[in-house]
């Protein structure tokens, strides 16, 4: 089975600081792990993904995640949040067949003129 | 241009009325979804179809009938609809078969039951 949990609804933080979304998920096989961004009244745009390969991924927007097997987390960041940043982002949790992905709860950020 | 794309984007009808939702994805994928989003609700996945096969039907109420009639379309047919299932409805697309790959959304359509 394979779910995913992201810690905290919803984060805010001030413009120019440090970005940190919180993803633990667990899986019975080798997962491949995304975050997606989701502006309002739009659909979900990719992120960043991790399909076995470098743990440290970085993806668009200045954003990156770490891959830890150790801790089952993915945690997303970013080093100095902009405006631009306010959406909500969804990590997620696929093994890479049988066309299922796992969402977790969403994660609503707030950035701070 | 996200590759999927959805229509109508805003939709308004009533409970007793019969509507479609369309689909349409030109990135030569195999596998096509549905997802539900609710506000302060989980994404939920309602219907997967790989190489045009449903391949998944999350005990989605039978008001909701999809249909693919081939790979790069993918309908939601409505009707007789309650007020709760108003909601962002998304489609996506991946690679399918033996190398899913990632999601593809399009913009969803926003749908409003009176």
């Known amino acids: 089975a394979q779910s995913v949990t992201q810690l905290g609804s919803h984060v805010s933080v001030s413009e120019g600081a440090l970005v940190l979304l919180r993803c633990n998920y667990s899986?019975?096989?080798?997962?491949?792990l995304f975050w997606y961004v989701q502006y309002p009244n739009q659909g979900l745009q990719l992120l960043l993904k991790?399909?076995?390969?470098?743990?440290l991924v970085k993806g668009i927007n200045g954003f990156e995640a770490e891959f830890k097997k150790s801790e089952t987390s993915f945690h997303l960041t970013k080093p100095s949040a902009h405006m631009s940043d306010a959406a909500e982002y969804f990590c997620?949790?696929?093994?890479?067949?049988?066309?299922?992905?796992?969402f977790g709860t969403g994660t609503s950020l707030t950035v701070i003129p | 241009e996200t590759g999927v794309t959805q229509t109508p984007r805003h939709l308004v009808m009533g409970m007793t009325n019969k509507k479609s939702l369309k689909c349409e994805q030109h990135?030569?994928?195999?596998?096509m979804y549905w997802y539900k989003q609710s506000a302060k609700k989980p994404l939920e996945l309602m219907f997967v179809?790989?190489?045009?096969?449903?391949?998944e039907n999350n005990s989605v109420p039978s008001r909701f009938s999809p249909e693919c009639p081939n790979s790069s379309h993918l309908f939601l047919h409505l009707h007789t609809l309650q007020p709760e299932d108003s909601a962002l409805y998304l489609c996506?697309?991946?690679?399918?078969?033996?190398?899913?790959?990632?999601?593809?959304f399009g913009e969803g359509s926003r749908l409003t039951v009176l």
């Open positions: 899986s019975s096989v080798p997962p491949y």
């Open positions: 997620a949790v696929s093994s890479n067949t049988g066309n299922q992905f796992y």
């Open positions: 990135l030569g994928h195999n596998a």
């Open positions: 996506a697309s991946s690679l399918g078969g033996a190398n899913t790959g990632e999601l593809f």
């Open positions: 179809y790989n190489f045009k096969e449903q391949t």
């Open positions: 991790y399909t076995s390969a470098a743990t």
